[in-house]
């Protein structure tokens, strides 16, 4: 098993910035079965969606909305997944969730962290 635990959420003003972490414990084995890490995220209402994703070969992916103001990268000595966001916008505001997703299709999920976007 693998436990995630997000970190880094919090109040912004709009046009800020914010890091999140993901720290990934638990079975060696288990984590080196996982080949892609999201970072996914839901506002009240709406359903959870992929915000970025980035394998295990270093290839990321965004979601249109958040092309070219968040930036995905993974510390593998750290076991870490990070995602940096620039130029935040109200419409930003959610319970921000990490995800890793093994070779088998199997998904893992942090408890997710609250990002507000307000001024």
């Known amino acids: 098993q693998v436990q995630l635990v997000e970190s880094g959420g919090g109040l912004v003003q709009p046009g800020g910035s914010l890091r999140l972490s993901c720290t990934a414990s638990g079975s060696i084995f288990s984590r080196l079965r996982i080949n892609v890490w999201g970072w996914y995220r839901q506002a009240p209402g709406e359903e959870r969606d992929v915000v970025a994703a980035i394998t295990s070969g270093g290839t990321t992916n965004y979601a249109d909305s958040v092309k070219g103001r968040f930036t995905i990268s993974r510390d593998n000595a750290k076991n870490t997944v990070y995602l940096q966001m620039n130029s935040l916008e109200p419409e930003d505001t959610a319970v921000y969730y990490c995800?890793?997703?093994?070779?088998?299709?199997?998904?893992?999920w942090g408890k997710g962290t609250l990002v507000t976007v307000s001024s």
């Open positions: 995800n890793a997703k093994d070779v088998s299709g199997k998904d893992y």
